[in-house]
């Protein structure tokens, strides 16, 4: 059992940057492949970026890369998103997940979900 808690959201004008942290339980956070997603209204969730267990492989979507950095310290049960040169288009709800099958970019193979942090991006 994992359990998830996104923090870092919040207003930023394009061009800025924000970073995105999820907070994990459980002393088998290592084992979980970890994703972000996002929400926009009226829009279906998508994927955003992808870290593996031991944060030696990364995937992201076309549209945020050279932007957006994932990263994770297992030390810490902790994976970060840092986002930088924002977009109106990236004002979204962006959720944490963790899977344990290594698929990365299908939400419906995440297992567990945090509850989500609001990204607003003023143009």
């Known amino acids: 059992q994992v359990q998830l808690v996104e923090s870092g959201g919040g207003l930023v004008q394009a061009g800025g940057s924000l970073r995105l942290s999820c907070a994990a339980s459980?002393?088998?956070?290592?084992?979980?492949?970890m994703g972000w997603f996002r929400q926009a209204p009226g829009k279906e969730r998508e994927f955003v970026a992808a870290i593996s267990w031991d944060g030696g492989s990364t995937y992201s979507v076309d549209s945020v890369k050279g932007r957006f950095i994932i990263s994770r310290d297992n030390a810490k049960n902790m994976v970060y998103l840092q986002m930088s040169s924002l977009k109106p288009e990236d004002t979204a709800v962006y959720y944490c997940?963790?899977?344990?099958?290594?698929?990365?970019?299908?939400?419906?193979?995440?297992?567990?979900w945090g509850q989500g942090t609001q990204v607003t991006v003023s143009s």
């Open positions: 459980g002393r088998t956070f290592s084992r979980y492949l």
């Open positions: 997940a963790a899977n344990d099958r290594g698929t990365y970019s299908n939400p419906r193979r995440y297992d567990y």
